[in-house]
């Protein structure tokens, strides 16, 4: 049976802070609570022991945004209303409700919370270190504090900058004071700051020291030079995904992704859920738990192109399980489900043959590993680097030595761009179908294939401009015929 967790958030000592008078500021950086709860080495390492758990549970839990993310990208197809899946995959598409009483305000609430909770976290701690606490005998753990400490800056600046127009740059050397919405940075601005962050960690991996397999819900500890690679594949993941459309991807340093990327993990970074105590991938279990989500045709059509790649607007029979697709994926990772449990009058174009599998021994008991961050992933980022830095060759090369063949069986792709581009979607919409938060959505977006109307990224939350005391009705996107700058105005169909 499926389980509600009720998750706490981290205390407002923790939380971005925009008071009456619109400070926006690291909060509690100067007062005595500060001096109590980050005044030992001991309290600090515990503190920042938790860090990446907050931005795991931000990315994952049913609460987030990660739901309406599979929805509207058409990787997963859902007509129930919880978290707005049905509303940001309804066709036509409509626009985000970004009113405080919307019933599903709560999610982008929950997901910018969580990584202001995390960066002003990280902040506090990087102070108290700054300014003299020592985490080991004579600082011996500094290092290692301060690295993952600024990993967490980064991933979290990085994860807002991809669902955000906007956030706001602090940390414990920056305030706004009298911060207005105004003062937010640019999605692009977020990102390449994220990935500073991300630098300094990685030029901290120089010295030895290792993280502990708790910190990062994984099966082993993680050397230093493992920890280096990982921040270097988020910093590549950030890079490659922050683009609104083909435009804005024209833009991206790609030969700075390549590098990142090249110095990426060379196997999957797998999160090890602990049966629902703190390591659990929720958001994914309802995405493919039966009775839930289901496989999008979209996806479906891509494994197998004799499916269809859209159910329509009428009632149809299920068509038949895939008996001889170009993906053999859908034997191992999906399974054929003919019933279709959603309701009709919320459209036919909710339906779906298909349901994801992969994980169903996992999800049982919310226990066992789920790849966070796979080898494929980077493998991807790789490749599509090499693509728009004129080696399409070499992209193809490295795709064809990776899961499209080895788990796919699929035909190698040819040395050409569009072909290579599709490759990669392929790949990401299959292979990686429910790993990391928004993957498609971002993969879609920057190759302009959201459907027209579905908002390229989303306004800052309804409970967060009542803060800054803005005047309804809240800004927001989506809908209509968008403009391709914050809603999409083409789509592949």
Request: hydrophobic share 40%.
């Amino acid at each position: 049976m499926k389980k509600f967790k009720i998750i706490c958030l981290l205390s407002s000592l923790f939380l971005i802070t925009i008071t009456g008078c619109k400070k926006l500021q690291v909060e509690n950086l100067d007062n005595p609570d500060f001096d109590k709860v980050f005044a030992s080495g001991d309290d600090l390492e515990n503190i920042t022991g938790s860090l990446f758990n907050t931005w795991y549970t931000g990315n994952h839990s049913y609460y987030s945004v990660n739901m309406f993310l599979a929805t509207s990208s058409d990787n997963v197809t859902c007509s129930w209303g919880n978290q707005g899946m049905q509303h940001m995959s309804w066709e036509p598409r409509i626009e985000w409700n970004n009113a405080p009483n919307y019933s599903y305000q709560g999610t982008t609430k929950y997901f910018f919370d969580k990584m202001y909770a995390v960066i002003n976290t990280s902040s506090n701690v990087l102070k108290a270190v700054n300014s003299g606490v020592e985490v080991g005998s004579g600082g011996a753990r500094n290092n290692l504090v301060k690295a993952f400490c600024k990993f967490n800056q980064g991933i979290a600046y990085g994860a807002l900058a991809l669902v955000f127009d906007k956030a706001f740059i602090v940390d414990e050397n920056t305030t706004i004071p009298g911060a207005t919405v105004a003062d937010g940075s640019s999605y692009k601005d977020v990102a390449l700051k994220a990935v500073t962050y991300l630098n300094e960690a990685i030029t901290l991996s120089a010295n030895t020291f290792t993280i502990p397999k708790g910190w990062l819900g994984t099966a082993s500890d993680y050397s230093n030079t493992e920890f280096a690679k990982l921040c270097n594949s988020f910093a590549a993941r950030i890079l490659a995904n922050y683009p609104r459309s083909k435009a804005d991807a024209a833009t991206v340093n790609w030969a700075t992704v390549k590098t990142y990327a090249d110095a990426g993990i060379t196997s999957d970074f797998t999160i090890v859920m602990d049966g629902y105590v703190k390591w659990y991938a929720e958001a994914g279990d309802y995405l493919t738990y039966p009775g839930w989500g289901k496989v999008d045709m979209f996806v479906v059509n891509l494994m197998d192109n004799t499916q269809p790649q859209h159910w329509g607007t009428v009632s149809i029979p299920p068509p038949p399980a895939s008996t001889n697709p170009q993906d053999q994926r859908i034997f191992s990772d999906f399974a054929y489900s003919s019933l279709n449990w959603f309701q009709a009058q919320r459209g036919y174009y909710h339906f779906s043959n298909y349901r994801y599998s992969r994980y169903d021994n996992q999800y049982s008991l919310g226990d066992g590993p789920i790849a966070e961050f796979m080898k494929a992933e980077n493998d991807m980022i790789r490749a599509e680097a090499r693509a728009y830095t004129n080696d399409v060759a070499g992209a193809a090369l490295i795709i064809n030595a990776g899961t499209r063949t080895t788990r796919g069986q699929m035909t190698p792709v040819l040395p050409i761009l569009a072909n290579v581009e599709k490759a990669i979607l392929h790949e990401r919409q299959v292979e990686m179908f429910i790993t990391g938060m928004g993957i498609q959505h971002f993969a879609m977006r920057k190759l302009n294939l959201l459907q027209k109307g579905t908002p390229l990224h989303w306004p800052l939350p309804a409970k967060t401009l009542e803060t800054f005391r803005e005047t309804l009705p809240f800004y927001t996107f989506g809908g209509g015929n968008g403009d391709g700058i914050n809603s999409s105005n083409v789509g592949w169909r």
